[in-house]
């Protein structure tokens, strides 16, 4: 019923930037919480950011002051501007959203997940 579709991931060189684009469809609340998690071969899932209907946010250690999620609400779609990526970024990233808006991390639906591969 809900559906989430990752798209924009790829191989990028260390210090480069990727934008990730999720889109959202199906029968879900047009301001639940949204997010994204990444899990790197041998590793547990991790969060990386999440952002609220009213778009106030939150981020990983790990990633802030390099990451920011955005999202517009029209077109059902969050994003993952990543800049200054580093090689220990690289992981499959998984787009999630909540059936809430309660500000906290998302896990009520998945999308599938895509690589994003950062080489030296």
């Known amino acids: 019923q809900v559906q989430l579709v990752e798209s924009g991931g790829g191989l990028v060189q260390a210090g480069g930037s990727l934008r990730l684009s999720c889109a959202a469809s199906g029968s879900i609340f047009s301001g639940s919480t949204m997010g994204w998690y990444r899990q790197a071969p041998g590793k547990q899932r991790e969060l990386v950011a999440f952002i609220s209907g009213s778009r106030s946010t939150n981020y990983a250690d790990s990633v802030k002051g390099r990451f920011i999620i955005s999202r517009d609400i029209p077109k059902s779609t969050v994003y993952l501007q990543m800049n200054s990526l580093k090689l220990e970024d690289t992981a499959v990233y998984y787009c999630?959203?909540?059936?809430?808006?309660?500000?906290?991390?998302?896990?009520?639906?998945w999308g599938q997940g895509i690589q994003v591969t950062v080489s030296s």
């Open positions: 999630a959203a909540a059936r809430g808006s309660l500000f906290r991390s998302p896990r009520d639906y």
